[in-house]
């Protein structure tokens, strides 16, 4: 798995989010949230910004605008009233755990962006929108990921690339044309 110490910084993490927040939300454009199951819950960190990095690349509708999105960075902006506004989420939400669903629920919403899934599921964050990729040994708990990996079994330096390269086909399949992901205005 990736080593958690090769997590971006917050305030790196947090200036990226500044320049995300400016430009479209995914109700103009189309774009989709990507939700990592982990086995190893900790290990998630480097792996988020590897595929926000990775997308930004190579995702010609993205704009370069993928946020990896960090508890760090959820944790700033669950309790700031300012980015709770901004992203939609009411003075009255509550703190702690629910305002940490609330929080990820509307980055979520607004989309372009990759995220860890939290221990308590939120069904907001299921959304048709969504692309979900379990890494570890498949168990139940990835029964509903789009793509299970077992980091076992390859380079750990392809799991970002091979998660990125799965969802870009999920988004531009045909299958997938008419359905209300690709009729976003």
């Excluded at 400016?22 to 949230?33: D, N």
Aim: hydrophobic letters at 40%.
């Amino acid at each position: 798995m990736v080593n958690p110490t090769d997590r971006m910084t917050a305030s790196t993490s947090f200036s990226t989010f500044h320049q995300w927040l400016l430009t479209e939300p995914a109700a103009v454009a189309p774009a989709c949230a990507i939700i990592l199951h982990l086995e190893s819950p900790m290990s998630g960190g480097g792996l988020i910004e590897g595929i926000a990095e990775y997308l930004n690349e190579y995702d010609d509708d993205g704009d370069g605008c993928w946020l990896p999105v960090t508890d760090d960075l959820v944790a700033k902006v669950s309790v700031d009233a300012n980015y709770r506004q901004l992203l939609g989420i009411p003075d009255s939400s509550p703190p702690g755990p629910e305002g940490h669903l609330e929080t990820l629920a509307a980055l979520s919403e607004r989309g372009r962006v990759v995220f860890q899934a939290p221990e308590a599921a939120d069904p907001a964050l299921g959304q048709v929108k969504t692309f979900h990729a379990g890494v570890g040994r498949a168990s139940d708990e990835f029964a509903s990921c789009h793509l299970t990996l077992n980091p076992e079994l390859m380079d750990q330096r392809c799991i970002a690339h091979i998660i990125g390269d799965v969802f870009l086909e999920w988004l531009h399949c045909d299958f997938r044309r008419g359905s209300p992901l690709h009729q976003i205005e």
